[in-house]
C-alpha cells in the first residue's frame, strides 16, 4: 500500500487536475495527466477507496465562523465525536495551544449561526467554553489550494465545466436540488447515471440540474487530499491582530503566500485568521516571522498546530489523515 508522503507522479498530476475540475471526464483528463482513461479510473478509485483523496459537491458557504472549544478533561474526543453529525460543523480540529478543538462552522446566516454557538454547543456535554469568530470575508477558499503537480499549460488544458444546454430548465426543482445535496456530497463524481438510478429522476434532468447549479454558483465541487499524503504535512492556524490599512495590504498579497489555504477576516479580537499546510513543523516558527515582515504592523497573536482532524466536509478522518467514512447529519 502506498505510504504517507509517497505518491508516485501520475497520482500527484491526477489530484492536481481534480482540484482544478472535479468532476471532468478521464477522457478529458487523459492527454492532460499523460496516463489513458482507464489507468486514471483505476488509480482514482484506489485513491478513493483507500481514503487518500475524495471528492465533495457542496453548498458555497453561508454565514461562516471559526469556533474555539475548550473541553472537560478527559471528554475532549468524546466532545469531538459528538460535533461529527452537525451539519454546522463542516471541519473539526484537534488543536495545540489554548484551545482544544477548533471547529469551522457555516450556517444559513448569523441568527442559525448564533443558535448553533449558543443554543447546540451549549447543550454539548463536555464543552467547557466557546469563543466564536465570526467570519465577514474569505479571502481564500481551501478550495483553491493546489498541489502544483502540473505546469501552467497543462492546467490550461483542463476544460472548465459545461454550461447548462440552452433548452434546460433555469430553475431546479427543491426534491431534485435535495437529492443532488445527498448524492454528492458523499460522491462529488458520482455519474450521472448512477444518481439517476438512485433518486429515480431522468439522467437529463440531473445533468441539466448539475450545470445550472454550477452555472448559478449555488453547487460547488472540490478535490481533497489527506495532508499526510501530501509534501504538506503540518496544519496549523494563524490568529492576527492587524490595522485597517494592514488588512487591505493583506487582503491583496496574502494570495501570493503558496502554504495559506483559507484566509479571512472576522469581527472578532482577531481581525484575520489564516490556515496553512506546512512541510515541516520547523516552518511553523519561520512563515510567521515572513508574514511579520510582510506585513509590517501586523502582530501574530496566536497560533495553533493541528494535532489530528476528526471531521472535514462530512467525512471522518482517521488518526493517519485519510478518510474512513461519511459523517450522518444531525436529524
Not at 460543523?89 to 489554548?98: K, R
Not at 454547543?121 to 466564536?132: H, M, Q, S, W
Not at 430553475?171 to 438512485?198: F, Y
Request: aromatic fraction near 6%.
Amino acid at each position: 500500500m502506498t505510504q504517507p508522503g509517497q505518491l508516485d507522479e501520475t497520482d500527484s498530476r491526477l489530484l492536481h487536475a481534480l482540484q482544478i475540475e472535479p468532476r471532468a471526464s478521464w477522457q478529458e483528463l487523459a492527454p492532460v495527466v499523460g496516463a489513458d482513461a482507464a489507468t486514471l479510473a483505476r488509480r482514482w478509485s484506489r485513491l478513493r477507496g483507500e481514503g487518500i483523496a475524495w471528492s465533495t459537491g457542496y453548498r458555497p458557504p453561508g454565514q461562516m465562523a471559526l469556533l474555539e472549544l475548550e473541553c472537560e478533561h478527559g471528554r475532549l474526543q468524546a466532545v469531538a465525536e459528538g460535533l461529527r453529525a452537525d451539519r454546522e460543523a463542516i471541519v473539526v480540529d484537534y488543536s495545540s495551544g489554548s484551545r482544544d478543538l477548533l471547529v469551522l462552522a457555516q450556517a444559513d446566516d448569523l441568527a442559525s449561526m448564533s443558535q448553533y454557538s449558543v443554543d447546540r454547543l451549549g447543550d454539548v456535554p463536555g464543552i467547557r467554553a466557546v469563543r466564536t469568530h465570526l467570519i465577514n470575508e474569505l479571502l481564500i477558499e481551501a478550495v483553491s489550494w493546489r498541489l502544483r503537480s502540473l505546469t501552467p499549460a497543462e492546467v490550461h488544458r483542463i476544460p472548465p465545466p459545461r454550461p447548462p444546454r440552452p433548452r434546460a430548465a433555469k430553475t431546479v426543482p427543491q426534491d431534485l436540488e435535495a437529492a443532488l445535496d445527498e448524492e454528492l456530497a458523499s460522491d462529488g463524481r458520482a455519474g450521472v447515471g448512477a444518481i439517476a438510478a438512485r433518486t429515480g429522476f431522468a439522467p437529463q434532468r440531473v445533468s441539466d440540474a448539475i450545470a445550472t447549479l454550477r452555472a448559478q454558483g449555488r453547487l460547488r465541487f472540490r478535490t481533497d487530499i489527506a495532508r499526510t499524503y501530501s509534501e504538506w504535512p503540518v496544519y496549523a492556524w494563524y490568529f492576527i491582530e492587524a490595522p485597517g490599512k494592514v488588512v487591505e495590504m493583506l487582503r491583496k498579497q496574502v494570495t501570493t503566500i503558496p502554504e495559506v489555504r483559507l484566509a479571512a477576516t472576522t469581527a472578532s479580537r482577531y481581525n484575520v485568521i489564516l490556515a496553512v499546510w506546512l512541510r515541516r513543523l520547523s516552518d511553523v516558527n519561520r512563515l510567521e516571522i515572513a508574514l511579520a515582515e510582510m506585513f509590517a504592523g501586523a502582530r501574530i497573536a496566536d497560533r495553533s498546530v493541528v494535532m489530528r482532524i476528526d471531521k472535514h466536509l462530512g467525512r471522518v478522518i482517521g488518526p493517519d489523515g485519510r478518510a474512513v467514512g461519511l459523517a450522518e447529519d444531525r436529524a
